[in-house]
């Protein structure tokens, strides 16, 4: 009787203490469309003069602020490539983008099955997932069931991703400006409702807010009109490789608008949270996909204006109120948050977890050796140059240099442009309209329009030439003396050393992870298949 009371005991013990076992945390990705490095709480986190205080001045982000002062708030993240597809690619399968075959190229993308993607595996473990608008990636989530759930909550509308111009259309209507961001807000609202009403509420969740309205085109003149950002006031104060003209500045309060409409519907999401009483046991990530399209060193560029995002993480387990200065790259996030969920990490991942350094106390630099990240690029627009061919580039960030490799320094970085001169109909309007007309790997918009329409004046051929024209084989940056990265040092013999040091680390790197760039004269790359997967 004693044994079977014993044994009874134990069991009893077991099931206590598996009921004891804390719930996994549910994981709420908020992840923008073309939305870089810029929130107010940068600024106020950065030295006068320095690129995190440019522009971050005059943007008004408290729902992001808020949370980062909660948790991490990290001011060296970076993507792994500076264009939508082959970074999501790298994000979802937690690996360089070139491992991703076909997911590493944005037109024709298809993606290998056999490459393990973090959202997938969180759902083969127990985990509700769900997506409102941009996500792109295997197995992308849609309205149709699988194994009876659905996946993309979109019903309550999809019109957030064109935010400043749908608010502008219903004040037209007969909305007040405040009546029609509402609208916009509620969307949100209602998509993210429907998702915790609709998922098991045994089970953790994850949700991925993808919203694009960060991404062109904006309503010109929105940022003042919307938000109260007034373009005279960045007069002197933009980066100097941007031509601080009137088309320009308003131009970037515009989408500096579109960031503060952004953080609005952060705000949204976190009061759903706080109605279900999901918030305390949520990680909460929040970050971008590359740097601003349609501005010199923005998207589609190894410059830090066009890789360098906002990241910030809060939530169980974060020791907060910490700002950290570690180079981390999106690749991380994917086994971050795979730890987060006790799911092993697949040995094909080259990113590392965030972990150690979201449950350190320290701020500044953390890890001794998170001193570096790699990024990289291929090839953005189809039709930017002849033939489809890439722009191929990698380099590689630290804390005092930027050192890119460009592979084919014969090639235009953005598209040609013999076509403004020769073709008739290409003119500035037109530009401001179609992306891909000229120069096709510079999204279409105001300052890109006036970089065509200025190309031959004294003061404009410059700021052309510096983004369009063909670039040198390797590119150093002194950050600490030239924290804009306007002046080349690469063949300066004062900087021998350190280019030598810093060409063999990324080379190492790329070699250790079989970049495909550097075999074969990038063969794979040059000649990408035009269907079906490559791995």
Same mark, same amino acid.
């Given at each position: 009787?004693?044994?079977l009371?014993?044994?009874?005991f134990?069991?009893?013990?077991?099931?206590?203490?598996?009921?004891?076992?804390?719930?996994?945390?549910?994981?709420?990705?908020?992840?923008?469309d073309?939305? @870089?490095?810029?929130? &107010?709480?940068? $600024?106020?986190?950065? /030295?006068?003069? !320095?690129?995190?205080?440019? %522009?971050?001045e005059?943007?008004?982000t408290?729902?992001?602020?808020?949370?980062?002062?909660?948790?991490?708030?990290?001011?060296?993240?970076?993507?792994?490539?500076?264009?939508?597809?082959?970074?999501?690619?790298?994000?979802?399968?937690g690996?360089?983008?070139?491992?991703?075959?076909? @997911?590493?190229?944005? &037109?024709?993308? $298809?993606?290998?099955? /056999?490459?393990? !993607?973090?959202?997938?595996l %969180?759902?083969d473990?127990?985990?509700?997932?769900?997506?409102?608008?941009?996500?792109?990636?295997?197995?992308?989530?849609?309205?149709?069931?699988?194994d009876g759930?659905?996946?993309?909550?979109?019903?309550?509308?999809?019109?957030?991703?064109?935010?400043?111009e749908?608010?502008?259309?219903?004040a037209?209507?007969?909305?007040?400006i405040?009546?029609?961001k509402?609208?916009?807000?509620?969307e949100?609202?209602?998509?993210?409702?429907?998702?915790?009403?609709?998922?098991?509420p045994?089970?953790p969740?994850h949700?991925?807010?993808?919203?694009?309205?960060?991404?062109?085109?904006w309503?010109?003149?929105?940022g003042?009109?919307l938000?109260?950002?007034?373009?005279?006031?960045l007069?002197?104060?933009?980066?100097?490789?941007?031509?601080?003209?009137?088309?320009?500045?308003e131009?970037?309060a515009?989408?500096?608008g579109?960031?503060?409409a952004?953080?609005?519907?952060?705000?949204?999401?976190l009061?759903?949270?706080?109605?279900?009483?999901?918030?305390?046991?949520?990680?909460?990530?929040?970050?971008?996909?590359?740097?601003?399209?349609?501005?010199?060193?923005?998207?589609?560029?190894?410059?830090?204006?066009?890789?360098?995002?906002?990241l910030?993480i809060?939530?169980?387990?974060v020791?907060?109120?910490?700002?950290?200065?570690?180079?981390?790259?999106?690749?991380?996030?994917?086994?971050?948050?795979?730890?987060t969920?006790?799911?092993?990490?697949?040995?094909?991942?080259?990113?590392?977890?965030?972990?150690?350094?979201?449950?350190?106390?320290?701020s500044?630099?953390?890890?001794?050796?998170?001193?570096?990240?790699?990024t990289?690029?291929?090839r953005?627009?189809?039709?930017?140059?002849e033939?489809?061919l890439?722009?191929?580039?990698?380099a590689?960030?630290?804390?005092?240099y930027?050192?890119?490799?460009?592979?084919?320094?014969?090639r235009?970085?953005?598209?040609?442009?013999?076509a403004?001169?020769k073709e008739?109909?290409?003119?500035?309007?037109?530009?401001?309209?179609d992306t891909?007309?000229?120069?096709?790997?510079?999204?279409?918009?105001?300052?890109?329009?006036?970089?065509?329409?200025?190309?031959?004046?004294d003061?404009?051929?410059?700021?052309?030439?510096?983004?369009?024209?063909?670039?040198?084989?390797?590119?150093?940056?002194?950050?600490?003396k030239?924290?804009?990265?306007?002046t080349?040092?690469?063949?300066?013999?004062?900087?021998?050393?350190?280019?030598?040091?810093?060409?063999?680390?990324l080379?190492?790197?790329?070699?250790?992870?079989?970049?495909?760039?550097?075999?074969?004269?990038g063969?794979?790359?040059?000649n990408?298949p035009?269907?079906?997967?490559v791995?």
């Open positions: 009787m004693k044994l009371h014993g044994i009874l134990l069991f009893g013990l077991a099931f206590a203490l598996e009921a004891e076992e804390p719930k996994r945390p549910n994981i709420l990705f908020i992840f923008a073309d939305w @870089g490095r810029y929130a &107010s709480i940068y $600024h106020r986190n950065s /030295s006068p003069g !320095s690129p995190l205080s440019a %522009l971050n005059f943007v008004r408290p729902n992001f602020d808020e949370l980062a002062s909660k948790g991490v708030l990290f001011r060296n993240a970076h993507v792994n490539a500076p264009s939508c597809t082959p970074c999501r690619s790298s994000l979802l399968s690996q360089y983008f070139w491992r991703t075959g076909r @997911g590493a190229i944005l &037109s024709g993308a $298809h993606w290998d099955p /056999s490459i393990p !993607s973090y959202p997938l %969180l759902r473990s127990g985990y509700s997932i769900g997506k409102s608008y941009k996500v792109w990636g295997p197995g992308e989530p849609t309205d149709a069931p699988f759930q659905r996946y993309a909550y979109e019903k309550a509308g999809k019109r957030f991703g064109q935010f400043s749908q608010v502008t259309k219903l037209a209507n007969g909305k007040s405040p009546e029609a509402e609208v916009l807000f509620n949100v609202r209602g998509n993210f409702h429907q998702f915790l009403a609709d998922r098991d045994v089970k969740f949700y991925w807010f993808g919203p694009t309205n960060t991404h062109r085109s309503q010109q003149g929105s003042k009109a938000w109260n950002i007034d373009p005279d006031q007069k002197g104060k933009i980066p100097p490789f941007l031509p601080d003209v009137p088309e320009v500045r131009d970037l515009d989408y500096l579109e960031v503060a952004l953080d609005g519907a952060m705000g949204v999401l009061d759903e949270l706080k109605k279900t009483g999901d918030y305390d046991n949520t990680l909460i990530v929040i970050s971008g996909d590359h740097g601003a399209p349609g501005f010199p060193n923005g998207k589609c560029n190894l410059y830090t204006f066009g890789t360098g995002v906002s910030a809060t939530g169980p387990g020791k907060g109120g910490r700002v950290v200065d570690d180079f981390v790259n999106l690749v991380d996030l994917a086994p971050t948050f795979l730890e969920a006790n799911v092993k990490i697949p040995e094909v991942v080259t990113g590392h977890s965030l972990w150690p350094l979201l449950r350190s106390e320290k500044g630099q953390v890890d001794p050796e998170r001193t570096w990240t790699v990289g690029r291929e953005h627009v189809d039709n930017a140059r033939g489809s890439p722009y191929p580039q990698r590689i960030h630290s804390g005092q930027l050192y890119i490799i460009n592979f084919k320094p014969d235009d970085p953005l598209g040609g442009y013999e403004l001169d008739k109909g290409v003119t500035p309007e037109r530009i401001l309209k891909r007309v000229a120069l096709g790997d510079m999204d279409a918009g105001p300052t890109k329009s006036w970089l065509v329409a200025n190309r031959h004046t003061f404009g051929k410059p700021y052309f030439d510096k983004t369009f024209g063909k670039r040198p084989k390797e590119e150093l940056y002194d950050l600490a030239d924290p804009f990265e306007t080349n040092v690469a063949k300066d013999p004062a900087y021998a050393e350190i280019r030598g040091r810093l060409e063999k680390k080379l190492d790197e790329l070699k250790r992870s079989g970049d495909p760039r550097l075999e074969n004269d063969a794979f790359f040059e990408p035009m269907s079906g997967p791995r």
